[in-house]
């Protein structure tokens, strides 16, 4: 049975020790983010998706990572300011953490352990072309690239996980974003 995934302790941007527990009762869409990816724009739909959905008890929370050939170098300060005023992003941005391997911090580890693969769009060839570039995931379960996305229902559990190429407006997206928020 999945734990709730809320009480994991975190760090916000502006580097205060949290944990998401405040967000209980909340849908919630996590996302591992970089400003230097080719997948970046994907803020503003994410930005759209809180202006959208905030009313109805909804937020993106977001997680930067530098994992995925360096496309989060900046600092805490660099990256907000990036968000704030390229996309206009107002939703929770969480400092930088590793989302894979040793260092995978405890909170991407529970998201996963719940859901260990993604929903990707029909035909989508993105795990293979990542792979093909010698970028793929080493475990199956991995991360596997900037822009993976988990739906955490109102009771803290992971409803879904989609994967990088699945953009925040696809309507299976949206479709669960609305489920959710109809519980």
């Not at 405040?22 to 400003?35: F, M, P, R």
């Not at 894979?100 to 260990?116: S, T």
């Not at 035909?123 to 991995?142: A, I």
């Not at 879904?160 to 309507?171: I, K, L």
Request: aromatic share 10%; net charge negative; with cysteine.
């Amino acid at each position: 049975m999945q734990s709730n995934v809320l009480n994991t302790e975190v760090t916000t941007i502006d580097g205060e020790n949290t944990t998401l527990e405040s967000w209980q009762g909340k849908v919630l869409l996590v996302v591992n983010v970089a400003s230097r990816c080719g997948l970046t724009p994907q803020y503003e739909q994410l930005e759209n998706l809180q202006k959208d959905f905030e009313d109805q008890g909804f937020s993106v929370l977001g997680f930067p990572c530098n994992q995925f050939l360096g496309q989060e170098p900046g600092s805490s300060e660099e990256i907000k300011t990036f968000c704030s005023t390229t996309y206009g992003v107002t939703f929770p941005l969480f400092s930088k953490i590793d989302v894979n391997g040793e260092h995978r911090h405890p909170f991407y580890q529970k998201l996963i352990d719940a859901r260990p693969a993604a929903v990707a769009p029909e035909g989508s060839g993105f795990l293979e072309r990542m792979s093909s570039k010698g970028r793929g995931p080493l475990y199956p379960d991995d991360i596997l690239w900037n822009f993976e996305k988990f739906l955490i229902g109102r009771d803290g559990k992971v409803i879904q996980r989609f994967s990088p190429d699945m953009t925040p407006e696809d309507p299976v997206v949206l479709d669960a974003i609305k489920q959710a928020l109809a519980k």
